[in-house]
């Protein structure tokens, strides 16, 4: 294989890691947007039961653990989101600014070596960011499903109080 070939796989492979890499930044953006909507869920949530200032805390035994358990989960769901929703590093590939400094390509000794170095650049970052955008998609979605049973428990004792 030639200098030739392998500088055009390398930019063909530096191609499709940075395409991977734009559509990871893209969906952590959403998963920011659908976690800040939950977060607004959860205290709608929350005003529509607690909104005319009635606790409405069922007298019998085994309806105050259901309540307790209900506003549990709630609280549990806004906990997560508000872990979910927590700054944390994020790893760039490039920098722009080494781009425009012509000093950065002098430290390479061909075109070949630079994209070996962008692509390794890529490679790294996205399996950083990978586990990030995972870490925070299981505490979305563990919101998720605690906060619907929460919410499911304390609307049907609200509807039944008596």
Same mark, same amino acid.
């Given at each position: 294989?030639? #200098?030739?070939? +392998?500088?055009?796989?390398?930019?063909?492979?530096?191609?499709?890691?940075?395409?991977?890499?734009?559509?990871?930044?893209?969906?952590?953006? +959403? *998963?920011?947007? $659908?976690?800040?909507?939950? !977060?607004?869920?959860?205290?709608?949530?929350?005003?529509?039961?607690?909104?005319?200032?009635?606790?409405?805390?069922? #007298?019998?035994?085994?309806? $105050?653990?259901?309540?307790?358990?209900?506003?549990?989960?709630?609280?549990?769901?806004?906990?997560?989101?508000?872990?979910? !929703? *927590?700054?944390?590093?994020?790893?760039?590939?490039?920098?722009?600014?080494?781009? +425009?400094?012509?000093?950065?390509? $002098?430290?390479?000794? #061909? +075109?070949?070596?630079?994209?070996?170095?962008? $692509?390794?650049?890529?490679?790294?970052?996205?399996?950083?960011?990978?586990?990030?955008?995972?870490?925070?998609?299981?505490?979305?979605?563990?919101?998720?499903?605690?906060?619907?049973?929460?919410? %499911?428990?304390? %609307?049907?004792?609200?509807?039944?109080?008596?």
């Amino acid at each position: 294989m030639t #200098s030739s070939h +392998e500088e055009k796989n390398l930019k063909v492979a530096v191609e499709e890691l940075r395409r991977v890499y734009d559509w990871l930044c893209k969906s952590y953006g +959403e *998963q920011r947007t $659908k976690t800040l909507a939950f !977060i607004g869920a959860s205290f709608t949530v929350l005003t529509f039961l607690y909104a005319n200032g009635d606790t409405f805390i069922p #007298s019998q035994t085994y309806g $105050k653990i259901f309540y307790f358990a209900g506003l549990g989960l709630i609280l549990l769901a806004i906990g997560y989101l508000f872990k979910a !929703i *927590q700054p944390k590093h994020w790893e760039f590939p490039t920098e722009h600014r080494d781009f +425009e400094d012509q000093r950065f390509y $002098k430290e390479f000794k #061909s +075109e070949k070596d630079y994209l070996e170095y962008v $692509k390794n650049r890529y490679l790294y970052a996205y399996n950083l960011n990978v586990k990030v955008y995972e870490d925070k998609q299981k505490l979305l979605n563990n919101a998720f499903y605690v906060l619907v049973l929460g919410a %499911i428990i304390l %609307i049907v004792l609200n509807l039944f109080k008596t």
